[in-house]
């Protein structure tokens, strides 16, 4: 039959024919749809549906001493997880995990059976959690049991986790810092030094079949574990400064304290020491103050006090302006600046050598030789020190100190900034100051890093900053031998090393309370000194905050404790053959305490300052001669120093002088009773501890 002549037929024809072409057309757009616009998205759904994608997780580096000491590492624990919905029985799971990881079952029972939740809302949804922690970073002894179970047991699941482990405990806590519970530093080395030390992870493909059994695997990104970072610190040393500067503050009832050890030539830091210290591997317990976790070293500055006398003599004498022989009148104990008058510590001076002010830390006597120097040339030398400036150790949080420019001075800055007061100052910028002198007048920059290693390569030393001149060398050596004088013969005694010369300055400032406005009964009690003098080898710088006792009498000491152990751990010759006389057990002098205001408040930081007003007082004439003062030594058999030698040394001198000997222990000998150089009667046996 033609379709031409049934017309209902043709139309039944075309009326197919259109549906049949709609529906190929729309297959065709569907297609482009599918093949072209949605492609990238379909292509990575059916990547995420076949690819099971594993991350590798990088170790993090180690964090190492001078001598390879590990201070940090990582170690990778396992952790148990299980999906809920492949638990054939839930009781029965909680039973088991519970009994073999000392959980509560009751807890672990709830979390398993906890509902999903809406991510949006957080609705609780219908069906269980495909995901359930049940605990995580196991001991050696629950991961050989869970292990044990996993073989049987195919619904638990075990994956490895990184945890950070300082084997050391609290050693070196501030500079180590620590990480959270992701892994991530959020203290220390550990934050500055993140990317370094953490690395990258890699990643791993592997296609699986439909019921997700794996097929073939490959490497798509190669892991990257973090750099090896090897400190300038020496763990031994690091001990000694804690455990000295612990017992200090204790003894002392200070609220805080730091110790910082470093090579003066160099700028190496061999020890940093902050009180009260921390545990990292330990979050932060419920109730414990901030400042635990302050790097008190580094990051909380404080007025020097006479400290900082060092900075105004070396100054005026490498300028020239005054001589270390050239008389000061020091006003017998009162001294008026603008309205404010300056006392002595314990008692006045009349006339006092240049040497004289820091051997006896006369506070009028530095303000005599900072208005011989000028508020300029003060201000440029205090900057050339470091002070007011960061020392961009690779450390976060660090403080420059207090500084300020000379147009915000006052009418007494000149007097106050000379003997340490209106300026701030870190620990580590002290020590910093102090190696200026110690290293000949060059400004070395403080280093903690040695050297960082990225496996596979080499290891990488860490560049050192060029030194700048500070003074001259002469100057530098002149200061030397008058820092020694404070510790022979000056507020420094209990600052005497046994067979090593040492060098060194106090410091006792009175804390000012910006609420009163007022000075508190409180001192920062410090010491920064050097040993031995004719060449140091460490520089120690001490202090001690909101204490009652001066700098003298609790921060000397533990100076004297850390450096001589430095310097036998570093094995630095002795350059006394017999000891001086042994650190005094008189009284310490006070005449270092810094007592800047005592008849009038102080006045604004920033009132106009007229320099000639501060010499309206003109002293007496000065006296034709001056009598040198001379100690007179002590007569009498000795006892000899033992300190420092071997076994067979020690029994050997003892045979040879005649003394007897008590031995305990052995290695070195680290202490004796009654100490080298004190008097000994006939008879008497030494006792000398090994260690």
Known sequence: MDWRSNPKFATRLFALAGLAFLWVFVIFCRLVWLQVARHDALLEQARRQQYLVTSIPPQRGPLLDRNGRLLAKTLFLDSVSVNPRQVPNDEVAADILSGALHLDRQELLRRMRQPLQCPGCHKPLEGRRGFVWVKRRLSPEESARIRDLANHLKWIQISREPQRYYPNATLAAHVVGSVNAEGRGNLGLEQALEKELAGSPGRIEMLRDVRERPIESRLARPVEHGAAVTLTLEAGIQFVAERELRAAAQAAHAETGSVVVLKPATGEILAMASYPTFDPASPPQPGEPDYFRFNHAFSVPFEPGSVFKIVTLAAALDTGVIGPEDQVFCYNGHFAMFGRVVHEAKHGYGWLTASEVLVKSSNIGAIQIGMKLGERRLWEYVRRFGFGQRTRVPLPAESSGTVRELARWGQTSLGSVAFGHEVSATTLQLAQACAVIANGGLLVKPRLILHRQKPPAK???????????????????????????????????????????????TGTAQIYDPVCKCYTPYYNASFVGFAPVPNPAVVVAVTLNRVRLYGGVVAAPVFRAVATEALLMLDVPKDLPEPAAPPSREPVEADDLAIAQVDAPPEDLAAPHPPAQLAKNLPPALPAALAP???????????????????????????????????????????QNPPGGSPLAPGQPVRVEFR
């Open 629 to 671: 003062s001379f100690e007179p030594a002590d007569a009498g058999p000795r006892t000899p120093v033992f300190t420092g030698k071997s076994l067979r040394a020690v029994l050997e001198e003892s045979f040879a002088r005649g003394v007897p000997v008590e031995v305990v222990g052995t290695g070195i000998a680290r202490s």
């Open 459 to 505: 290891p990488v030393a860490e560049s050192a900053e060029p030194p700048s001149r500070v003074i001259q060398p002469e100057t530098a050596i002149l200061m030397r031998r008058i820092m020694e004088q404070v510790v022979l013969r000056g507020t420094g005694k209990s600052a005497r090393l046994d067979g090593y010369s040492s060098g060194g300055k």
